[in-house]
């Protein structure tokens, strides 16, 4: 177990702070089928964990044989609390904040990514993966459920946004399992769920990607328009031509919809 097994020392317990929107995961079935849904056949060897806590996820992945388990985590007193419950564990426990983290400094190869993820930055957490997709495989993660459902969102409802169209642009998104607060401490006011992204096996989108965000999210940004006057700060109507995509709301677009619309886009601007 490379040195890993955890301390027999007494120690006490990691305060939740608000702030840092912490609710620690203490049902360890939950925690094992987290777990088990990475699948580092897809040829990764590395794993970084957000926000361990008190270490629910980390017992399991840092004694898995098939990658190597990093641990990143902002808070001081997690850190000092799972230096002291996995002593060998060295500099593969990281007190830093992933949102800054540089991921060459990781791994030049694959990655994958698990957690617990702070309610309270889901959304950024979830950008800082689309902006290191050339290396991140996969992401297992348990999100508010709002959160999970909005990333799984087919178009036609309410859920889908900016964050499903982004996601699903670059990851195939399966919804696993819904999470009740029971299971946490503090328990959350709402229900969470886990997700999986797996990384599209196309390296790029085919159209013009900054181009393609712009207009994801100047479709969204007024989403009860239609596209002719929601795009008019993108491209002025009378170059819009006749494609019917304008007459539509953002939301009846999926998202190779969107891809042609970009292209269609970039050659009259």
Request: some cysteine; hydrophobic content about 40%; charged content about 25%.
């Amino acid at each position: 177990m490379l040195g890993l097994q955890q301390s027999n020392t007494s120690m006490s317990s990691v305060r939740a702070k608000k702030h840092l929107g912490q609710h620690f995961l203490t049902d360890k079935h939950t925690a094992a089928r987290i777990v088990a849904a990475l699948r580092p056949q897809l040829g990764y060897d590395t794993v970084l964990e957000v926000g361990p806590g008190m270490g629910i996820l980390s017992d399991q992945l840092l004694n898995e044989k098939d990658y190597r388990t990093f641990l990143v985590d902002i808070d001081g007193e997690s850190i000092r609390f799972l230096h002291d419950r996995y002593p060998g564990i060295g500099d593969r426990l990281i007190h830093g904040d992933f949102l800054a983290m540089d991921f060459n400094t990781l791994v030049r190869g694959k990655l994958a990514i698990i957690g617990n993820f702070p309610y309270n930055i889901s959304s950024q957490i979830l950008f800082k993966v689309l902006e290191e997709r050339h290396c991140v495989v996969e992401v297992v993660g348990m999100f508010q459920k709002e959160v999970a459902e909005r990333c799984a969102a087919q178009p036609g409802g309410k859920e889908y946004g900016i964050l499903s169209v982004l996601v699903q642009a670059y990851y195939d998104v399966e919804y696993l399992f819904t999470v009740k607060a029971g299971a946490f401490l503090p328990p959350p006011k709402v229900l969470s769920g886990v997700i999986r992204l797996t990384r599209k096996p196309e390296a790029v989108l085919g159209c013009d990607e900054k181009l393609f965000w712009r207009i994801v999210k100047a479709a969204f940004n007024q989403r009860r328009k239609t596209l002719r006057n929601a795009l008019s700060g993108v491209i002025p109507k009378d170059k819009m031509g006749e494609n019917s995509f304008y007459d539509l709301r953002a939301e009846r677009l999926a998202v190779i919809d969107f891809i042609t619309l970009t292209n269609d886009i970039a050659q009259r601007i």
